[in-house]
């Protein structure tokens, strides 16, 4: 069974930075795009950013891009997102998700890690 596991997640004062890993058990990240997506409570679930493993290609959403970056490490066969510059409205379970390159669904996710900004 794939498990997506998402860990670091936090506290932190605006202007400061988090990491979160995103790590994959059952299979390999191979021939996968991996993306992170963040929800609020009573909102949409907002895509942030998404790697795809094979090519190293990123692509961002406009609110987090010059901030956040997504990296992937193929030995521990997990992505991060660093995330710097950190604003209250960044606040939100942040999760990552996976999808075979050739479809469009992402049809694996994590569990969520909450990440909380405050003023």
């Known amino acids: 069974q794939v498990q997506l596991v998402e860990s670091g997640g936090g506290l932190v004062q605006a202007g400061g930075s988090l990491r979160l890993s995103c790590a994959a058990s059952g299979r390999t990240f191979s021939t996968d795009v991996v993306a992170w997506f963040r929800q609020v409570p009573g909102k949409e679930r907002e895509f942030i950013a998404r790697?795809?493993?094979?090519?190293?290609?990123?692509y961002y959403a406009d609110s987090v891009k010059g901030r956040f970056a997504i990296s992937r490490d193929n030995a521990k066969n997990t992505v991060y997102l660093e995330m710097n510059s950190l604003k209250p409205e960044d606040t939100a379970v942040y999760y990552c998700?996976?999808?075979?390159?050739?479809?469009?669904?992402?049809?694996?996710w994590g569990q969520g890690t909450q990440v909380t900004v405050s003023a």
């Open positions: 790697i795809n493993w094979s090519a190293g290609s990123t």
């Open positions: 998700a996976a999808r075979n390159e050739v479809v469009v669904r992402y049809d694996r």
